[in-house]
């Protein structure tokens, strides 16, 4: 059965980096991967996502409106923006960070202050502080390997290397930062 | 050996596999990477060229002297490179030739939606149409070999999800290629008209010759299932198929899609009760299978634009759309790309959006953005190059007209070199009075980093000449030439009252470099301060009348609870944009 997971955020949180090192682990677990993102326009500060499916044989790149098993959103507009995609008991996990968008900045609009609670009437999400917590590690840019964590937890894909995936990806002066912060995530959906 | 790779990463791997050793793009989203990648490979020449007609013509010549040559670009690209593509095929290659076109359903990066399959049947190149990247490296090493063998150049046709995506390939050895000798061959390679007709009569022969390769080429194939419902597809169209039907229909994949198969197609669709023909943007293969005689269904019920990803195939074929979450959308806000922290675009558009009665002539590059708020810059966006010699168009009618307003006409540096020139050329020789405005990033922005002719480095990261923009506009005749710091205000509006004033035309060239540059020796050199500062506001001054605000800066915000603005230290590169629209000072250098 193909497994879809669906990674939103705001241009410049690192989803790209997460995807690349979940699909590493998946493909070394010996799953068929495929992922798809849109590069472009979109990274000066739009709407990113990156779609992860894996499974025995994968077909489509990309994922159908309702039927990801997880969302994992790096901002709270953009999880329910996603909630589109998400089926209607699949994982959901919003990173508890605001980026306002640039109609909010010129006053054009207003970030409305209950998207978590329009969120949580409909489905229950894992609200995780990873920007927080990133920063509380040494590096706020880590938060997008917590919120990896919370989907190696959240999808039971334990079982794989991911250290010395890790290890594979990522610069060895911020090694150290991103073994906590991939654990910080796993523990934070418990 | 097997790894993760986009389908532009694949097929940089499968012209390195194939032994290709020249290679020439101009960058263009989604097929950028594709050069980027093949510049990594140390047996392989890359370059990028000033526009996709150059890299056209340098991949024919290197063909023509003997080696395997690859061009790539975008779907929009190929109208720039259509002129030497048409005759081209005429010739006939001697080295292998491939020219890749990554077309956009969906436009996520684009100004249009064009089917380059069209410019593969009109030129009568032969055409392959990867799936996923196992087939991107399969298809190029294959076009290589049935090039050389049939005398055809190849197109291969990506799309986005196909450039972009990542899949499973399996790495191979490179086969190393002995040149072709060149040698005098005016009745292959002078396309005057005595020959060019003798050479049209052959290019049909060629592809009579296709087309029975086509019946049973490998990337044409039948995967026979339940006979009630047969798919035919091509591209990723292949892989939404399956996700939808399933693996118990049938199926006819079509990769080798110019010329098409007409028996195999006969064949399919004499085994299946009902066609379906799945395919992104044009009925380029439904209008051949109803010329065949076959009943099937295409665009009557699948949209013509736009991805024909699963769940719109599915929406389409059972007439409910999935069922999806329920949410209130009026908690939604839009989140449009905008100008990152320090992009020196911003000055120059916040304050060229506040002149009256001018027409603003754009192009294409991150300066687009500035059509949309809080700046509303942009009165027209075509192509590439554009800017100049439409504003020069609209200036002349608007003087023919008797009204007073001015053109200003704005593009990138990239932009500027790719086909911007001759249209300058233009507005001097045919006596415009437009403002022509070159934003000098110092690098090719948009498309993510690639040097220009105007950087001093080449695609593989050596020194070359560096053409200085305003040598240039000076030698084409222009008399009023400025170079101004766009991340100063004052300097923008003087330049901009001098210019209007004039009844001649003048460039502008606002140098700075994009805030996201890996910044050269020369950038440090030349631009003192360049992003080493950071701007801070002073609540004690801040009266929180969101006047900056307007300059539209993402690391500025305003903090309902404080009622002050405050700027995200991590975003801030201290450009300065906002000091200056500040009326109370209240913005200054941090400490």
């Known amino acids: 059965m193909t497994k879809s997971i669906l990674l939103v955020g705001v241009g410049g949180q690192g989803t790209i980096l997460a995807s690349k090192i979940l699909t590493n682990g998946l493909m070394e677990a010996g799953y068929d991967v495929k992922m798809s993102e849109i590069h472009g326009m979109s990274q000066r500060g739009g709407s990113v996502s990156s779609q992860v499916r894996y499974g025995e044989k994968v077909m489509s790149p990309v994922i159908e409106k309702g039927k990801a098993d997880m969302v994992v959103s790096f901002e709270k507009m953009e999880a329910l923006r996603a909630l589109d995609y998400l089926k209607e008991d699949g994982a959901l996990v919003v990173n508890n960070e605001e980026i306002p968008s640039m109609s909010v900045i010129t006053g054009d609009e207003e970030y409305p202050a209950d998207v978590l609670e329009e969120i949580e009437k409909h489905v229950k999400p894992r609200v995780v502080d990873a920007t927080r917590l990133a920063r509380e590690l040494g590096n706020e840019k880590a938060a997008n390997i917590i919120l990896l964590g919370t989907i190696i937890r959240s999808m039971g894909l334990e079982q794989i290397d991911w250290d010395s995936i890790l290890e594979a990806n990522i610069k060895p002066q911020f090694l150290d930062l991103n073994r906590k912060a991939l654990k910080a995530g796993m523990e934070a959906v418990g | ?591």
């Not at chain 2, 554009?386 to 168009?393: E, P, Q, R, T």
């Not at chain 2, 609870?561 to 405050?566: D, M, S």
């Open chain 2, 1 to 591: 050996m097997k790894k993760l790779m986009t389908g532009d990463e694949a097929i940089a791997r499968g012209a390195y596999e194939a032994g290709v050793s020249y290679a020439s793009a101009y960058p263009g989203t989604p097929s950028t990477e594709i050069l980027e990648n093949l510049s990594t490979y140390k047996e392989i020449y890359a370059e990028w060229a000033p526009n996709e007609k150059v890299a056209m013509e340098s991949a024919i010549g290197a063909s023509v002297a003997g080696l395997r040559s690859m061009v790539s670009m975008k779907h929009v690209g190929m109208n720039v490179a259509a002129d030497p593509m048409f005759t081209w095929a005429y010739m006939g290659v001697n080295g292998g030739n491939v020219i890749v076109t990554a077309d956009e359903p969906g436009m996520f990066s684009s100004q249009n939606e064009q089917d380059n399959r069209n410019y593969a049947k009109a030129a009568r190149i032969a055409m392959l149409e990867p799936s996923d990247s196992q087939e991107c490296i399969d298809m190029v090493k294959a076009a290589y070999e049935l090039g050389e063998e049939y005398d055809t150049p190849f197109i291969i046709r990506m799309t986005t999800r196909v450039c972009h995506s990542k899949s499973i390939v399996e790495l191979s050895d490179r086969k190393e290629i002995a040149p072709k000798e060149w040698t005098k061959n005016p009745a292959k390679y002078v396309c005057l008209p005595a020959i060019a007709r003798n050479l049209r009569v052959k290019l049909d022969e060629r592809m009579k010759k296709l087309a029975a390769y086509s019946e049973t080429s490998p990337f044409n194939r039948m995967e026979m299932g339940d006979k009630g419902v047969g798919v035919i597809a091509s591209g990723v169209c292949y892989y939404y198929a399956k996700e939808v039907f399933g693996e118990n229909a049938s199926y006819l994949k079509l990769g080798f899609t110019n010329p098409l198969p007409a028996g195999l197609i006969r064949e399919f669709c004499s085994k299946v009760d009902k066609v379906y023909i799945l395919e992104e943007n044009d009925p380029y293969i439904e209008e051949f299978v109803k010329q065949q005689g076959c009943q099937c269904v295409g665009k009557e019920l699948f949209p013509a634009w736009g991805e024909l990803t699963p769940d719109v195939i599915r929406e389409c074929v059972t007439g409910t759309p999935n069922r999806t979450i329920e949410f209130d959308r009026s908690k939604l806000i839009g989140r449009a790309p905008t100008f990152c922290a320090g992009c020196p675009h911003r000055g120059l558009f916040y304050r060229l959006g506040r002149r009256k009665d001018i027409m603003i002539s754009g192009d294409i590059g991150c300066y687009t953005l500035a059509a949309g708020k809080p700046y509303t810059a942009m009165d027209s966006t075509v192509c590439m190059g554009a800017s100049i010699s439409l504003g020069a168009g609209a200036q002349r009618a608007f003087n023919m007209e008797g009204k007073d307003r001015r053109v200003v006409t704005v593009l990138g540096d990239s932009t500027f070199f790719h086909t911007g020139i001759n249209s300058l050329i233009n507005t001097v020789y045919n006596k415009s009075n437009t403002v022509n405005i070159i934003l000098d990033n110092r690098i090719t922005g948009m498309t993510g980093h690639q040097d220009n002719p105007g950087t001093g480095y080449t695609a593989k990261g050596e020194e070359t000449t560096l053409i200085k923009i305003e040598d240039l506009v000076r030698a084409i005749g222009v008399k009023h030439v400025y170079v101004i710091n766009p991340n100063n205000l004052q300097e923008v509006d003087e330049t901009l009252d001098k210019c209007l004033a004039l009844t001649e035309p003048s460039v502008i060239i606002t140098r700075w470099p994009c805030a996201l540059k890996k910044f050269s020796k020369e950038d440090k050199a030349e631009f003192e301060s360049l992003f080493i500062t950071r701007n801070v506001v002073d609540p004690e001054k801040c009266i929180g009348c969101r006047k900056c605000l307007k300059a539209g800066c993402p690391a500025m915000s305003y903090d309902k609870e404080t009622k002050k603005v405050k700027i995200n230290r991590a975003q801030c590169v201290g450009c300065d944009v906002c000091t200056q629209v500040c009326p109370k000072d209240a913005i200054g250098k941090e400490a």
